[in-house]
T-cell receptor
Framework: KQEVTQIPAALSVPEGENLVLNCSFTDSAIYNLQWFRQDPGKGLTSLLL???SQREQTSGRLNASLDKSSGRSTLYIAASQPGDSATYLC???????????WGAGTKLIIKP | NAGVTQTPKFQVLKTGQSMTLQCAQDMNHNSMYWYRQDPGMGLRLIYY???????DKGEVPNGYNVSRLNKREFSLRLESAAPSQTSVYFC??????????FGQGTRLTVV
């Protein structure tokens, strides 16, 4: 059974720092992995999608990497800003079905 | 481009009442999903529809029914609401190898 873990559960850093959020999964048989952002009281927004054949994806200050063999993905945020404060979730889509398997999220606070 | 639209945004029900949550997407996606999100429990899949005309149970289907009315619309029905169904409900749509798009959520309170 696929399981997704995100560490740490919460992270607080000063503005301007570069930071890394971690996501690990137990079964490497995946179609893709997505990173989402959720602001309080809002829905989820997909930030980056990495297909199983890819190693990384970049969007602006965000870079996501995927290492299927080790079951790990990282989300790198460069030059963090207070507006980056949110909960970040990762989700994998297994080969076996249409469902997304979710991590519990990392709550990120960027201090001005 | 509206994306995924959920209605209503907020609802208060009395125990035993019924209601239907509506969801529509305008991206021509085949797959649609209903999740609930509770503090400390994360996102849990209630039902999903891989394509028009099909529906399947997710992790927590008890107490819910769904209808995939057409390719655009996927509704979630609570036949007899219980306090345990107090939650935030999200609808989502996607293609298998593409991004998932979420609605803004429905905050449901059952008293």
């Amino acid at each position: 059974k696929q399981e997704v873990t995100q560490i740490p559960a919460a992270l607080s850093v000063p503005e301007g720092e570069n930071l890394v959020l971690n996501c690990s999964f137990t079964d490497s048989a995946i179609y893709n992995l997505q990173w989402f952002r959720q602001d309080p009281g809002k829905g989820l927004t997909s930030l980056l999608l990495i297909q199983s054949s890819q190693r990384e994806q970049t969007s602006g200050r965000l870079n996501a990497s995927l290492d299927k063999s080790s079951g790990r993905s990282t989300l790198y945020i460069a030059a963090s800003q207070p507006g980056d404060s949110a909960t970040y979730l990762c989700a994998v889509r297994p080969h076996s079905n249409y469902q997304l398997i979710w991590g519990a999220g990392t709550k990120l606070i960027i201090k001005p | 481009n509206a994306g995924v639209t959920q209605t209503p945004k907020f609802q208060v029900l009395k125990t035993g009442q019924s209601m239907t949550l509506q969801c529509a997407q305008d991206m021509n996606h085949n797959s649609m999903y209903w999740y609930r999100q509770d503090p400390g429990m994360g996102l849990r899949l209630i039902y999903y529809s891989a394509s028009e005309g099909t529906t399947d149970k997710g992790e927590v289907p008890n107490g819910y029914n769904v209808s995939r009315l057409n390719k655009r619309e996927f509704s979630l029905r609570l036949e007899s609401a219980a306090p345990s169904q107090t939650s935030v409900y999200f609808c989502a749509s996607s293609e298998v190898q593409a991004r998932a798009f979420f609605g803004q959520g429905t905050r449901l309170t059952v008293v």
